[in-house]
């Protein structure tokens, strides 16, 4: 039954590794998203896809990458994870009208040490 | 640019009492508008949305929302709180820019007491 899956729930990198993070969903819907969302704050949008079409939030760091190799998958990538990035990662999908209600995954917490 | 204000940070309710957190939001135009939950280490859920029409909306688990353009607000309600609603309550406004950008308040911590 599970409609939008993160994996892992947590991921323990070092200083300067690269990590990715992976979410797969079986809603069918041609947008993805990924949200940063740091220790006590507000979710924050870091880009989305429409279909293959990549879209990035003009504040997100070079850092950050994404990469959708299909309607079910996509994954992002964090080059040189940082102590600031720190955060947990959400994915979510809708399809792609401003009426629809986005699905949230449970999320991924990364630790960088 | 949209913003949305949740001026509480945290709220203690004991259970069986009413609840009201409150949303306030700054847009141009109609604006869209949603109510997710966050349990402790989840994802976000959806508890209800606002496009157009009645104003009064309701969600799942009980709650509901009055959307009040003079005041620009957007306050989430229940009229009994259970144990199990404990979490972080997040209110968010969509920019229809195509597809559906949202926008999020910095959350409610609601807390039941027993």
């Known amino acids: 039954d599970a409609m939008v899956i993160q994996n892992p729930r947590y991921q323990v990198t070092q200083f300067g590794k690269p990590v990715t993070l992976s979410c797969s969903q079986t809603?069918?819907?041609?947008?993805m998203y990924w949200y940063q969302q740091k220790s006590s704050q507000a979710p924050k949008l870091l880009f989305h896809y429409y279909d293959k079409d990549f879209n990035n939030e003009a504040d997100t760091p070079d850092n950050f990458q994404s990469r959708r190799p299909n309607t079910s998958f996509c994954f992002l990538d964090i080059r040189s994870p940082g102590l600031g990035d720190a955060a947990m990662y959400l994915c979510?999908?809708?399809?792609?009208?401003?009426?629809?209600?986005?699905?949230f995954g449970p999320g991924t917490r990364l630790l960088v040490l | 640019a949209q913003s949305v204000t949740q001026p509480d940070i945290h709220i203690t309710v004991s259970e069986g009492a009413s609840l009201e957190l409150r949303c306030n939001y700054s847009?141009?135009?109609?604006?869209?508008l949603f109510w997710y939950v966050q349990s402790p280490g989840q994802g976000l859920q959806l508890l209800l949305k606002?496009?157009?029409?009645?104003?009064l909306v309701q969600g799942i688990k009980g709650f509901e929302a009055e959307f009040k353009r003079s005041q620009s607000s957007f306050n989430l309600r229940k009229p009994s709180v259970h144990w199990s609603d404990a979490a972080e309550y997040f209110c968010a406004v969509g920019e229809n820019t195509g597809f559906q950008k949202l926008v999020f308040g910095t959350g409610t911590r609601l807390l039941v007491s027993p």
């Open positions: 606002y496009f157009s029409g009645d104003t």
């Open positions: 847009y141009g135009a109609t604006p869209y």
């Open positions: 809603l069918n819907h041609n947008v």
């Open positions: 979510a999908t809708s399809r792609r009208t401003a009426q629809e209600t986005q699905y």
